[in-house]
């Protein structure tokens, strides 16, 4: 069992920048592809990023020039930083890592982007 725990959303002006945090209970990302998700009212929910064991990269096209996906040394934190926020990137963000055939989900920060 693998608990993620997220931090960092919230509300910011159009333009403006969010990192998100998700931290594992166990030292897991260096084994397993994880990434964030986002969903936003009434649509499904979208892969933002994607980092794999060997920090290859995925991003969505809508994000690509604005996010960047990391992870820290010690392997237990994943962050997702954002700039140029406009308002289509209002979601909750989840973050999620792919263990073998089983897949973990945060609980979703709020991402709000006012104009």
């Known amino acids: 069992q693998v608990q993620l725990v997220e931090s960092g959303g919230g509300l910011v002006q159009a333009g403006g920048s969010l990192r998100l945090s998700c931290t594992a209970s166990?030292?897991?990302?260096?084994?397993?592809?994880m990434g964030w998700y986002r969903q936003a009212p009434g649509e499904q929910r979208e892969l933002v990023a994607a980092?794999?064991?060997?920090?290859?990269?995925n991003y969505a096209d809508s994000v690509k020039d604005r996010v960047t996906i990391s992870r820290d040394n010690a392997k237990t934190t994943v962050y997702l930083q954002m700039h140029g926020l406009a308002p289509r990137d209002r979601a909750v963000y989840y973050c999620?890592?792919?263990?073998?055939?089983?897949?973990?989900w945060g609980h979703g920060p709020q991402v709000t982007v006012s104009s």
């Open positions: 999620y890592v792919q263990v073998v055939s089983t897949t973990y």
């Open positions: 166990r030292n897991i990302f260096s084994l397993y592809w």
């Open positions: 980092l794999s064991t060997s920090d290859s990269t």
